[in-house]
């Protein structure tokens, strides 16, 4: 059975510093996996995926993240955080055949001046 | 191109209620979703159409019902509200139901129950 597990609740950084947020999952088959951003009071919006090309994926507003399938992990991470990047981010997996997303709890960053 | 739209945007009822959220797709996707959101617990799939004409259960389908009214609406109805639905509920769209396809959401509808 699919899941994902966000090791991270809340996340706080200093504006110009590095994001690193984290995230694991559970898979039979092999997945696709993607990083969702939400804004407050937005709806979601992609910020990459991983659909078994490269496992070094890059996204929109200079996010990027590794597939690692022997750490089962696809961490989210950014070179140095804006103020605009402070939102809540979800990682998301999908199996083959499956026709749903299964969804992380969540990570909720926030970036201080 | 408006992408998914929903509405209303905000809703309280009284326990007991019934009320239909509705949801629109410009995009021509074939395939379309409603998920819950609750605090701490990411989004949860209540619905799906992989198709016009088609409908399927997904993790927490007590108390709702769907309907695909065509390929671009695809509606959530509550027949009687209880406060456990309070909730912020999205709507989203997919080319298709493959697992490889992104999704697309709406901005959400917040629901209180009272």
């Known amino acids: 059975a699919q899941s994902v597990t966000q090791l991270d609740s809340h996340v706080s950084v200093s504006e110009g510093t590095p994001v690193l947020l984290r995230c694991n999952y559970s898979?039979?088959?092999?997945?696709?996996l993607f990083w969702y951003v939400q804004h407050p009071n937005k709806g979601l919006q992609l910020l990459l995926k991983?659909?078994?090309?490269?496992?070094l994926v890059k996204g929109i507003n200079g996010f990027e993240a590794e597939f690692k399938k022997s750490e089962t992990s696809f961490h989210l991470t950014k070179p140095s955080a804006h103020m605009s990047d402070a939102a809540e981010y979800f990682c998301?997996?999908?199996?083959?055949?499956?026709?749903?997303?299964?969804f992380g709890a969540g990570t909720r960053l926030a970036v201080h001046p | 191109n408006a992408g998914v739209t929903q509405t209303p945007k905000f809703q309280v009822l009284k326990t007991g209620q019934s009320m239909t959220l509705q949801c629109a797709q410009d995009?021509?996707?074939?395939?379309m979703y409603w998920y819950r959101q609750d605090p701490g617990m990411g989004l949860r799939l209540i619905y799906y159409?992989?198709?016009?004409?088609?409908?399927d259960k997904g993790e927490v389908p007590n108390g709702y019902n769907v309907s695909r009214l065509n390929k671009r609406e695809f509606s959530l109805r509550l027949e009687s509200a209880a406060p456990s639905q309070t909730s912020v509920y999205f709507c989203?769209?997919?080319?298709?139901?493959?697992?490889?396809?992104?999704?697309?959401f709406g901005p959400g509808t917040r629901l209180t129950v009272t």
């Open positions: 991983y659909t078994s090309a490269a496992t």
């Open positions: 989203a769209s997919s080319v298709t139901p493959g697992q490889k396809r992104e999704q697309y």
């Open positions: 159409s992989a198709s016009e004409g088609t409908t």
């Open positions: 898979s039979s088959y092999s997945p696709s």
């Open positions: 995009m021509n996707h074939n395939s």
């Open positions: 998301v997996v999908s199996e083959g055949g499956a026709r749903k997303l299964i």
